[in-house]
């Protein structure tokens, strides 16, 4: 294949992987902006969602779409009530302190991943994706008889990876509403910016924090429902989306949720492209470097705020 | 109405409040006087239900509010100004006025009734609080209290740092909302702006609550001044 349509056909790899990564690290994100609180266990919430989106998609049999559909309500649904189960009876006990917060998140992931290990077992399960077809994409280059449509072999895509990148735009999208639009979102942000004066005002942040936890699981979980029926579910598969978001949240700015939707982007369209024409390790080490550079360079991220 | 009972406060292990006790009525005005770090702040954020009581109890109008979760307090009416006005910065005014409108689910008329009090906010109404003068922000954070339609008002340090004609502006809303009932507490350090509108005042010093006189006594026995606060 030509280095153009190459490149357009890792470009599209890199989409997904950025649709994902918007979703699982703009969880990560909203629980830091919001509570404070450095969420180590945020990939065993990934891992949930997608464990859970496997065991519901298996129970339906006929049409894949109904099982993967049950699996995209239920699956966040249950990450959500889990975390915010956790906050009540651990991030509250130890009253949200950084210090303690980042170890008892290290508990909760194990925990998790453990139980998961013990429920489900060690194999990776499969999803069937609810549609599948393959869709050719055409070339447009400029030759000797002038401008041509050319259908290079290999340059293709399905229509569920479209679909993922659709889907967490809209996702997304239905989270910048919830933020700016509602009043749920004012609350949330009130808390953020002075969780004492919020107090003060009759908004009751324990509650507010239970919620913002759940929320943070339940993108990272939609994130994993939307990614199952690429890569299978496995309870050991949390690591690299915790890593990745940490980077991105990283690089976008800690609390910064439009910083965050950028990093995402980068971050995943140079995986996706350094993992089709290099190495996925490559990848990684160079996306670890950008963050490096950015903490000795600009270490409140690209659009956060100097603290 | 608001009577707090020999309350005992702590910051984790530094105690701050040994037994402080005050009454504010309906329709006055009470100034609570002391030297910095007398517990002044304390007193007041202890009456939100921010820190934790180790010991006494805040009553309104008999009913003990200090046994409540501190973000059901402020919903007893109870509008609160902190000191630094505490804002939430990236908030616009109009999101500042709708978050104390939220509190005691006070509808249009009562966010009407604000912006009539605060002309120059409704010209800033998309306005980030962070980027308004300090006047300006010492308005929305009244204003914001009185999106409660308070039955008391809390004012730490409403005129730290203004200009006087904004002192002279929030003293009018202050005597204002006396002269509509509400019990108003508030913590000052110029002594010429305590003497002008207060009713009462209550000396403060290490946590205690030395001595409560009205204004007018005060007035005739400026010596006082001189030996609680070394004025």
Redesign the interface.
């Known amino acids: 294949m030509d280095f153009g349509p190459h490149l357009l056909l890792a470009s599209l790899e890199g989409a997904v992987t950025a649709a994902i990564l918007a979703l699982t690290a703009m969880g990560l994100s909203i629980v830091f902006g919001v509570m404070r609180v450095v969420n180590v266990a945020h990939g065993e919430f990934f891992m949930i969602g997608a464990v859970i989106a496997w065991a519901v998609a298996s129970s339906f049999t006929g049409n894949p779409a109904i099982g993967f559909i049950a699996a995209l309500i239920v699956a966040p649904l249950i990450a959500g009530i889990i975390a915010a189960v956790a906050d009540k009876l651990i991030l509250q006990r130890v009253n949200y302190d950084p210090d303690r917060t980042i170890v008892a998140t290290i508990g909760l992931l194990y925990i998790i991943q453990q139980t998961a290990l013990m429920t489900f077992g060690p194999d990776a399960r499969p999803v069937t994706p609810p549609f599948n077809t393959r869709l050719s994409l055409p070339w447009f280059e400029i030759g000797e008889s002038g401008f041509v449509m050319t259908w290079p072999w290999g340059l293709s895509t399905t229509s569920y990876k479209l679909f993922v990148i659709v889907a967490a735009i809209a996702v997304l999208t239905g989270l910048w509403v919830l933020m700016t639009r509602t ?1 749920a979102g ?2 949330m ?2 808390t953020q ?2 969780s ?10 324990k509650r507010v924090y239970s919620y913002v936890f759940g929320l943070g699981a339940g993108l990272a979980a939609v994130g994993a429902v939307l990614v199952v029926p690429i890569q299978q579910a496995h309870y050991l598969m949390g690591h690299d989306p915790l890593l990745l978001s940490f980077i991105v949240v990283i690089i976008g700015g800690l609390g910064s949720l439009p910083g965050t939707v950028i990093a995402a982007i980068l971050i995943g369209m140079s995986d996706g492209i350094i993992s089709v024409f290099f190495s996925p390790t490559l990848a990684k080490i160079i996306a670890t470097l950008v963050v490096a550079l950015v903490l000795v360079f600009r270490p409140h991220g690209l659009l956060g705020k100097k603290v | 109405m608001l009577e707090v009972d020999d309350i005992h406060v702590a910051y984790g292990q530094v105690k701050v409040l040994f037994g402080t006790s005050l009454k504010a009525q309906s329709g006055e005005i009470l100034c609570l006087l002391g030297r910095n770090g007398a517990g002044k702040t304390t007193i007041m954020k202890s009456i939100m239900g921010l820190l934790p009581l180790s010991a006494g109890t805040v009553k309104l109008d008999g009913k003990v509010i200090s046994e409540m979760p501190a973000h059901e307090i402020p919903k007893e009416r109870i509008g609160y100004v902190p000191q630094g006005r505490r804002l939430f910065p990236e908030l616009t005014v109009s999101e500042n006025i709708e978050i104390g409108l939220m509190t005691c689910q006070e509808q249009n008329d009562t966010r009407e009734w604000v912006l009539d009090i605060f002309p120059r906010l409704r010209e800033r109404l998309d306005q980030q609080a962070s980027t308004l003068s300090g006047g300006e922000q010492q308005m929305l954070a009244t204003a914001r209290a009185l999106c409660l339609r308070p039955r008391v008002l809390l004012l730490d340090e409403p005129t730290e740092g203004l200009q006087p004609s904004m002192i002279e502006q929030i003293r009018q809303v202050v005597v204002r909302m006396k002269s509509e009932g509400v019990a108003v507490i508030m913590v000052e350090q110029r002594v010429d702006a305590v003497l002008s509108i207060a009713d009462k005042v209550t000396f403060i010093e290490h946590g205690n609550d030395l001595e409560s006189v009205t204004a007018d006594y005060l007035r005739e026995h400026p010596e006082l001044l001189k030996k609680h606060l070394g004025v």
């Open positions: 009043k004012l609350i942000r009130a910016q002075d004492e004066t919020a107090q003060a005002f009759g908004v009751p942040v």
